[in-house]
């Protein structure tokens, strides 16, 4: 599988599937705690406790606040998690498994998000996947939350390299995020083994999922706090 982020007039990245030799790792090594189905954004220099991290359910209502619904399903320790706007339309999706159990890993196999689009909420009209206000970050956010509680540390991706204009571009966005280039996925043979799970080349990056949620929690949680508030307004009219 690969990972990366928006694509062009055609509205989505190109994307692939995780290769089957991966399949029976996880299934074998893997007891995973399913999750539960169920304004400038900038990290906060704040130290935020974990009881503090934010919920899903606010990562849920900061979305609507862009007329975005969030989605998810899961089968085993396989997600899915997509953004929809009001017509119900798919406009972005990461997919993956947990992996607890195995080093703590919560494997975020395709990302796939338009790459511009107008939406219709109370917040700015335009959603760009190259900044850190995108769509990506609210479906990383919420699976990120997803995969803490269920036991997982480490977050790991394939920034894929398609061009070398898209390939910077993407990792540039990740590392916003906090993640961390670890290994360049090439056509030799020492990186065979890394093409087998991930299925592209490219730069392997991870992120430390506490330390991200202690980051990014509380601007989160203020987008989440402006929409709920509106949305009391609304009602109250």
């Known amino acids: 599988g690969s990972s990366s982020g928006g694509g062009g007039d055609s509205g989505s990245s ?3 599937r995780m290769h089957g030799p991966v ?36 990562v ?26 009001a017509n119900g339309d798919v406009v972005g999706y990461l997919t993956g498994f947990y992996a607890p159990l195995f080093n703590g890993i919560l494997h975020m196999d395709t990302i796939k998000v ?44 394939l920034a894929v390299r398609d061009s070398p204009r898209q390939h910077a571009l993407i990792k540039r966005l990740y590392r916003r995020f906090g993640f961390r280039e670890v290994r360049d996925v090439g056509e030799d043979l020492a990186s065979v083994p890394h093409r087998l799970v991930w299925g592209a080349v490219g730069t392997r990056m991870d992120l430390d999922i506490p330390r991200s949620l202690e980051k990014w929690s509380l601007p989160m949680r203020r987008l989440a706090e402006a929409e709920a508030a509106a949305e009391e307004a609304a009602v109250g009219e």
């Open 60 to 85: 849920k209502t900061a979305a609507r606040g862009w007329g975005l619904t969030l989605r998810e399903s899961n089968l085993g320790p396989f997600f899915k998690t997509e953004a929809c706007d």
């Open 114 to 157: 338009k790459q511009r689009r107008a939406l219709p909420g109370r917040l700015p009209a335009t959603w760009d996947v190259k900044s850190a206000h995108g769509v990506t970050f609210l479906l990383g956010t919420t699976v990120l939350r997803r995969g803490y509680d269920c036991g997982c540390t480490k977050a790991e991706l």
């Open 23 to 58: 399949l029976p790792v996880v299934l074998l090594l893997l007891v995973v705690c399913p999750p539960s189905l169920g304004l400038s954004l900038r990290p906060t220099p704040e130290a935020v406790p974990p009881s503090s991290f934010i919920t899903v359910a606010e």
């Open 14 to 16: 190109p994307g692939r």
